[in-house]
C-alpha cells in the first residue's frame, strides 16, 4: 500500500451522515475521492461516497436535519476500554481538531463534534460488554467524560440511535438547501435523521500514538507513522487536569513519600491477593508517610485522575488504569507488574505511554517467568527488601518499593 494512503489527512465540505452512511455532496463534476485510512491496526480505510445534489433522495429530503460545522471521523482503536480511550481514541480527535481546525484550546472547541466511524456493538470489546448502543456513553462514562472536556457536543457514531430523535435545525449548505418541517408534513412518518457537516477532517495522518501492538506489527508501524508533537500531547494532558480541577502534588524527593497500590476487582483478573499485607509493611516503612489501597472501577473519572495525582508511586499490575498514568506528577514513580510477554517485554503499553507522551515519570517493571498459574489473581505479591533512600527520585526508581512473587515460588 502507497505511504500517501497509509498517512492521508483530508479536509471535505458538506459531508452528509443519513442512515448509518456518509456522502460528499457535491454539484457538476464527479469527484475522484482519495483512499484515507482511517485505523492502520486493522487496515480500514474511509467509507466515503460522492453523491450529486440532484440525486438526493427523498427520504434525505423528509428528514430532520442537524448541522455541524466541524466535526473529526475516527475509528476508535483496539478496545473499548479505558487506556485505549484515554491514550488513544481521544488524542486522535485531539490531535485532528488541533491540527487541522486550529482548536487547541478548551474554550474554542464547541462546534466540532466528534464522530466515530466503527459502530456500538461491532468494534474491540464492545460485545463482549454486551454493548449495542451507546458506546462509551455506557460502559465507560469516563471516557465520555474526557471527551467532553474537550468537545462538549456529545459524540456520535455512523449509526447512532442519536441521529434517530426528533430535533429538527433547517441547514443550508453550499451544494443544496433542506426545507425540513415542510417535507416533514408531507412525509407524515419518523425517518432517519439527517447530519450536514461543513467540514469533516478523516484520516490516521503522519502522526499517529498508539500502541503499536506486537512485534510483527511495531516495527512497521513505526516506520510509517511518527509520534505526535510533545507539545500537543502536554497541551492534551494538562487540558484533562484543567478541566477536571486536578493539579499533581509536589513531593520532595527525599521523602516521605506517599504510596498508592492499584488493586483490580477479583473477577477481572490481575487482583493481587494480599494488597493490605503489601500495604501495612510499606507503611512500616521510615520514608512512607502512607500507603493505602484504591481499586477505580467505581471512581469517577476525576477521582481516578486524583489517586495518581496525588501519589508519588503508584504500584499495580497491568491493565486499562495504566492510562492514569498521564496524571502522575514530574518525578513520581510507576511500579507495574505484569506477566504477559510482547517481543521479550512484558510492559511495552506503559513504557509506550511513558516515551510517547514525553512523561516525567520514572517507572520500574516487574514480571516472572513462572506459567503454572494462567490467573494473576493467584500470584502472591509481598514487599521482601529493605528502602535504600537516596535524595534522588530516580534512585527510588531501582531500590525503593523493590516487590518480588512470594519467594518466588508458587504455592
Not at 210 to 238: M, N
Not at 240 to 255: E, W
Not at 311 to 316: G, K
Amino acid at each position: 500500500m502507497r505511504m500517501a494512503v497509509l498517512r492521508r489527512i483530508c479536509l471535505f465540505d458538506n459531508v452528509i451522515l443519513h442512515q448509518g452512511r456518509l456522502s460528499y455532496l457535491y454539484s457538476g463534476r464527479v469527484p475522484e475521492l482519495p483512499d484515507i485510512m482511517t485505523n492502520w491496526h486493522h487496515n480500514l480505510h474511509l467509507d466515503l461516497v460522492p453523491l450529486a445534489a440532484s440525486d438526493i433522495s427523498s427520504d434525505m429530503l423528509s428528514a430532520e436535519v442537524q448541522h455541524f460545522a466541524r466535526a473529526t471521523l475516527t475509528h476508535r482503536q483496539w478496545h473499548l476500554n479505558y487506556y485505549h480511550s484515554i491514550a488513544e481514541s481521544i488524542l486522535d480527535v485531539y490531535n485532528l481538531a488541533c491540527m487541522y481546525f486550529q482548536l487547541c484550546n478548551l474554550h474554542t472547541r464547541d462546534d466540532v463534534v466528534p464522530i466515530f466511524l466503527d459502530k456500538p456493538g461491532v468494534a474491540g470489546w464492545d460485545a463482549r460488554l454486551g454493548v449495542t448502543e451507546g458506546g462509551w456513553r455506557q460502559v465507560l462514562p469516563a471516557a465520555a467524560e474526557a471527551l467532553q472536556c474537550f468537545y462538549p457536543k456529545p459524540a456520535l457514531w455512523v449509526a447512532d440511535p442519536l441521529l434517530h430523535d426528533k430535533n429538527t435545525i433547517s441547514v443550508v449548505t453550499r451544494a443544496a438547501t433542506w426545507s425540513t418541517s415542510e417535507h416533514r408534513k408531507k412525509a407524515g412518518a419518523r425517518v432517519a435523521k439527517v447530519v450536514v457537516i461543513k467540514t469533516a477532517v478523516a484520516g490516521v495522518g503522519p502522526y499517529n500514538r498508539k500502541w503499536p501492538g506486537p512485534p510483527e506489527t511495531a516495527d512497521r508501524f513505526r516506520s510509517v507513522y511518527q509520534k505526535v508533537d510533545t507539545r500537543l500531547t502536554t497541551q492534551y494532558r494538562e487540558g484533562l487536569l484543567k478541566c477536571l480541577g486536578v493539579q499533581p502534588a509536589q513531593f520532595h524527593p527525599a521523602g516521605p513519600y506517599k504510596v498508592t497500590i492499584v488493586n483490580r476487582e477479583y473477577h477481572a483478573g490481575r487482583h493481587i491477593v494480599n494488597t493490605q499485607d503489601i500495604a501495612r509493611e510499606v507503611n512500616a516503612m521510615e520514608q512512607v508517610s502512607n500507603c493505602s489501597v484504591a481499586q477505580l472501577e467505581d471512581l469517577t473519572f476525576k477521582q481516578q485522575m486524583a489517586v495518581y495525582a496525588e501519589s508519588q508511586v503508584v504500584i499495580m499490575t497491568h491493565g486499562a488504569a495504566l492510562g492514569n498514568v498521564l496524571f502522575m506528577s514530574p518525578g513520581s514513580v510507576a511500579l507495574f507488574y505484569n506477566w504477559l510477554k510482547i517481543g521479550g517485554s512484558p510492559h511495552t503499553w506503559v513504557t509506550d505511554v511513558i516515551q510517547d507522551f514525553a512523561l516525567p515519570v520514572n517507572f520500574v517493571g516487574l514480571s516472572t517467568e513462572d506459567r503454572r498459574f494462567i490467573y494473576p489473581q493467584k500470584e502472591v505479591l509481598s514487599i521482601s527488601c529493605r528502602v535504600q533512600v537516596s535524595m534522588c527520585c530516580a534512585v527510588l526508581c531501582s531500590a525503593v518499593m523493590k516487590i518480588f512473587i512470594h519467594n518466588n515460588r508458587w504455592s
